[in-house]
């Protein structure tokens, strides 16, 4: 059985002691939630975020690492180091980092094989622009992304991964894909898995939505048939917002 999953990526967002009051005020709301509630500060924010969900419903995810364990690498950070901190979950591939700083699939790819050899859960992102939208071309795309990205990664690995479909034309722009163009995706993902990796795993996999979501649409993407959760940007930086968004995504699962 699927559970909701909720979690918030806070971006290049939060000093320190803005972070630990968000997440000390998180912590209130999410008491008797179910389901998987991870929150996703900037690295800078890790160790302090971590005190305080100790022992809560609250998960801790980083926002990208690096695929070596150590050395001469001024400026990165690695999956042991994430590990360390106490972070479950990593992400992977966000299209930020596909669109600023050049990765490529070669590189999502590598970084995956480094979380999961490190016992971190990658959530992998993958999604269209919108000129690939606009073309017809967003299977394609989701398809080559979601090929690159697994290249190599066997079975009993591929079970432990979260995947993110997010179109690069909603993250931050108020526009949220429809929940109907959202389901198609979801479901060409999920028909992929099963290809790929079996009925267990396809069925299993945990597949969340992302761009744009707040309390407002939550409900209805999550109540889509192979709609597991979403990643959250902006609405998750205020704990009232993303406290409704947690709200909401499990309304929906109950209703399915
Ligand atoms: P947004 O970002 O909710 O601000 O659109 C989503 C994301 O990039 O994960």
């Not at 912590?27 to 509630?37: A, C, L, N, P, T």
């Not at 929150?39 to 890790?46: M, R, S």
């Not at 396809?202 to 597991?228: M, R």
Request: glycine share 8%; with cysteine.
């Amino acid at each position: 059985m699927r559970k909701p999953f909720i979690a918030g990526n806070w971006k290049m967002n939060k000093t320190v002691s803005e972070a630990v009051e968000l997440v000390a005020k998180l912590k209130e709301i999410v008491k008797d939630e179910r389901g998987e509630i991870v929150v996703i500060p900037p690295f800078t924010a890790l160790f302090e975020v971590k005190k305080i969900i100790s022992g809560s419903r609250i998960e801790l995810g980083a926002q990208n690492l690096y695929w070596k364990e150590k050395g001469a690498f001024t400026g990165e950070i690695s999956p042991l180091m994430l590990k360390d901190i106490g972070c479950k979950y990593v992400i992977v591939g966000h299209s930020e980092r596909r669109q600023h700083f050049n990765e490529t699939d070669e590189i999502v790819n590598l970084k995956i094989k480094a979380a999961l050899e490190n016992s971190l859960i990658p959530i992998f992102c993958i999604g269209e622009k919108l000129e690939q939208r606009d073309k017809g071309e967003t299977l394609n795309v989701i398809e080559r992304q979601f090929e690159g990205g697994l290249s190599g990664i066997d079975e009993s690995k591929a079970r432990k991964i979260v995947i993110a479909y997010e179109p690069v034309w909603a993250i931050g722009t108020g526009r949220t894909a429809t929940p109907e163009q959202a389901q198609e995706v979801h479901s060409f993902i999920r028909t992929k898995l099963r290809k790929k990796y079996g009925n267990e795993i396809a069925n299993c996999a945990i597949i969340l939505y992302g761009g744009s979501v707040k309390p407002e649409n939550a409900h209805s993407l999550i109540k889509q048939k192979d709609i597991d959760g979403v990643l959250v940007g902006g609405a998750s930086l205020e704990a009232e917002s993303f406290g409704k968004i947690i709200e909401e995504g499990w309304r929906a699962f109950r209703e399915k």
